[in-house]
């Protein structure tokens, strides 16, 4: 008889990580888990917005080592509220002013528990024909919304449609592969160049080390006082690296900067790389949800003349985290940098007339993303979507109006959309003093930037649960002595 280990008998039941067992427990432990959310819900007042323990305070609580044996499972789900929630910065709260938001909503919540219970892997189609055709509608949904071109969508007969990466930073990277493949592929990399604003988000210097082009290759152009990229910095630079023999491959441009919010100009700038053929990425992380206005579709100047376009609903529109929606006018260079096909994931069926989301993205597994899309889109509806964007620009532009009066302090940009970004008028010192002394009330959560070498606090509003009234009480803590 062989010595290798021999099947061991289950019982009837099966393996306690299997589906007879779930099927109980999702009856009995699913209430309890919604339980805990809706309590959070209620108190989400009671938190101080900002984590209140120091470094390692969770560390200190975990055991070294995994359980060998099952634990009682109401006892792991105390541990929410007895560990989780005191480590817990709390994003949701009417108080979070800090970064950008990143908004979850009940609908998106019962999506993604769905999406883990059903599991489907959507790399190809042929692993999930209800993944990919979903996120294909739901991508074509939010670009009619969002009134974005009608090339990006799926169902125009162009080479256009969207799809869902994890975040904007893997939108970047990608445009940034497509890029260098439609530029003449890796062989010709040493001469291309990446051209993005001072202001642009760090992730567009990530992707570019990521990508492969040479650091001396990733250009900072120059901007104007309104922070925005100034297109005769980036002429310029184009010029000088086509003269020296360099292929400009690529242009970030930013709609909504995540320091102050200010917006590239997007039709010069695609005109501008048109002539040299550079690839445009639109990185309207934050700012591109508020297109879903008919008023801010401003911010949409340009977007008929370029190559790619991202913008995060898991940052404004309550679509939990992750979730970010990128489209692309040609899906041919993203698929010819991307799209490789080993005997294992061959399925006759599929072969080529199907949509295959592996090859739009990085890794090779995906999630069922556009579940929390679909279902948020259809429990709100895009009207309560729009409202609470133009809520939130109205409290911004109070917050604006109540700096302009103010002798305390003073804007270092323009404000935009949701947007504030101020200084104390006397001095950096007192710009951080400030800072801290918010943040360490519990009250309101506040981030700090830089802007012309000099901090400056940004507020920024962004919950669905602040109300005017947590504005005005914002402003309130901002008139604390330094
Ligand atoms: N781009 C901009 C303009 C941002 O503001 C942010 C984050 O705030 C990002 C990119 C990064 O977003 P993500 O976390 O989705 O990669």
Not at 78 to 107: C, K, R
Not at 326 to 354: H, K, N, Q
């Amino acid at each position: 008889m062989s010595d290798r280990p021999q099947p061991v008998p289950r019982e009837a039941s099966g393996s306690p990580l299997g589906a007879a067992k779930a099927a109980d427990a999702w009856e009995q432990w699913g209430p309890v888990a919604s339980g805990i959310l809706a309590g959070y819900a209620r108190g989400l007042r009671d938190h101080p917005v900002g984590a209140s323990v120091e470094p390692g305070w969770l560390l200190d609580r975990l055991p070294a080592d995994a359980p060998a044996e099952a634990e009682d499972f109401a006892l792991v789900l105390a541990d929410i509220g007895e560990l989780i929630l005191p480590a817990m910065v709390h994003w949701q709260s009417p108080g979070f002013h800090g970064y950008f938001p990143a908004n979850t909503s009940w609908p998106a919540a019962l999506a993604d528990y769905l999406a883990a219970g059903l599991a489907q892997q959507g790399m190809l189609w042929a692993t999930s024909p209800a993944s990919t055709e979903l996120e294909m509608r739901m991508l074509d949904w939010v670009a009619a919304l969002s009134g974005l071109p009608a090339r990006f969508r799926h169902d125009d007969p162009g080479p256009g449609g969207g799809v869902i990466q994890d975040s904007a930073s893997s939108a970047t990277l990608v445009a940034l592969v497509a890029a260098r493949e439609r530029a003449g592929g890796r062989d010709l990399l040493d001469r291309m160049v990446v051209y993005a604003s001072t202001e642009a988000h760090s992730s567009v210097i990530k992707g570019a080390r990521v990508a492969g082009f040479r650091e001396a290759h990733i250009r900072s152009v120059a901007t104007d006082d309104s922070l925005a990229m100034r297109t005769s910095a980036l002429s310029e630079l184009m010029a000088a690296d086509v003269a020296a023999g360099l292929i400009p491959a690529a242009v970030v441009a930013t709609v909504g900067t995540t320091s102050t919010m200010a917006v590239d100009p997007v039709e010069d700038i695609a005109a501008l790389a048109s002539t040299a053929g550079a690839w445009v990425h639109v990185d309207a992380a934050m700012a591109g949800a508020a297109t879903i206005c008919e008023e801010y579709r401003d911010l949409l100047a340009g977007s008929d003349a370029v190559d790619s376009w991202v913008f995060n609903p898991h940052k404004w529109w309550g679509i939990t985290f992750d979730c970010s929606l990128m489209w692309l006018a040609d899906r041919g260079p993203v698929l010819d940098a991307l799209a490789i096909t080993p005997p294992y994931l061959e399925r006759d069926a599929a072969a080529g007339s199907v949509v295959d989301f592996r090859d739009w993205q990085v890794p090779l597994g995906r999630r069922f993303r556009s579940l929390k899309v679909w279902f948020v889109l259809r429990a709100m509806g895009a009207d309560a979507i729009a409202a609470m964007v133009r809520e939130h620009v109205a409290e911004g532009e109070w917050l604006a109006g109540k700096v302009a009066e103010s002798s305390t302090w003073e804007l270092v940009a323009p404000a935009n959309l949701t947007l504030v970004c101020v200084r104390h008028a006397a001095g950096d010192d007192a710009t951080r003093a400030v800072l801290e002394s918010v943040n360490s009330s519990g009250e309101a959560l506040l981030t700090l930037t830089e802007v012309g070498g000099r901090p400056a606090i940004r507020l920024s509003v962004g919950s669905p649960n602040t109300t005017h009234e947590d504005v005005e009480a914002l402003w309130g803590l901002l008139q604390r002595e330094p």
